[in-house]
């Protein structure tokens, strides 16, 4: 696929089993998702939602069945995935760097002008602006120096910064309460137009916005439709 238009995501007849696992987590799934289509996931806890986020990334290979982009097999892209796909996977991985470097991982030339802007987009502006240290300030590892939803946020910020055509997004919303949460699927929205969006999520809210909806269920899609089949 070329790097500028959002490739055709396709899931075919997808099984996946975690070795030594009793049966498998995704057991006959088959999703298309159109370029610029927004589709939400939902579904219980250990449905399978990440599994499928990992294969679409290409980090699992399905047991059986067929997940492309843009008709590309998605575990052949290494390391060119990133220039397709912007991921925030549900364990957020920062590093024990400045946050300028963190915000950079994908997006090496952006300006500092390009993170106040992304920053301000998920309501980090003005508390990044009063540390001392700015965009400078070292992310700790253990969490020590942001909160849970705040390092949530950095990611998120992050990957709005990339340069690409697809983004997955694993629950980007988890630990922020009802408001922030609100203005940051607004900023979702607002910097992912034209981009295809596929978002994890347990809330409803947000999900309105949607295009599709997929429920996930032992191992299948039980539900699929506009937001009004929930
Ligand atoms: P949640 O909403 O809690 O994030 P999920 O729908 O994302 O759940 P997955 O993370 O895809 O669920 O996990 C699906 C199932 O696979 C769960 O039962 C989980 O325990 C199992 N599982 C996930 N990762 C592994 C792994 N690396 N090895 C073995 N089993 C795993
Ligand atoms: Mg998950």
New binding site residues.
Partial sequence: PSPGAPPTIRVESVRFS?PE?PRP?LDGISLEVRPGERVAIL?R???????LASLIRGDLKPDAGTVELGGVPAGSFGDDMARYLGVIQ?QTYLFNRSLRENLRIGREDATDEDMNNVLERVGLRTLVERLPEGLDTLVDEAGVRFSGGERHRIALARVLLQDVSTIVLD?PTVGLDPATERALLKAVFATTEGKTLIMIT?HLQGVADMDRVVF?EDGRIELEGSPAVL
Avoid at 45 to 51: E, I, V
């Fill in positions: 975690y696992a987590v579904g806890s250990g449905s399978g939602k990440s599994t549900q629950e347990h996930l």
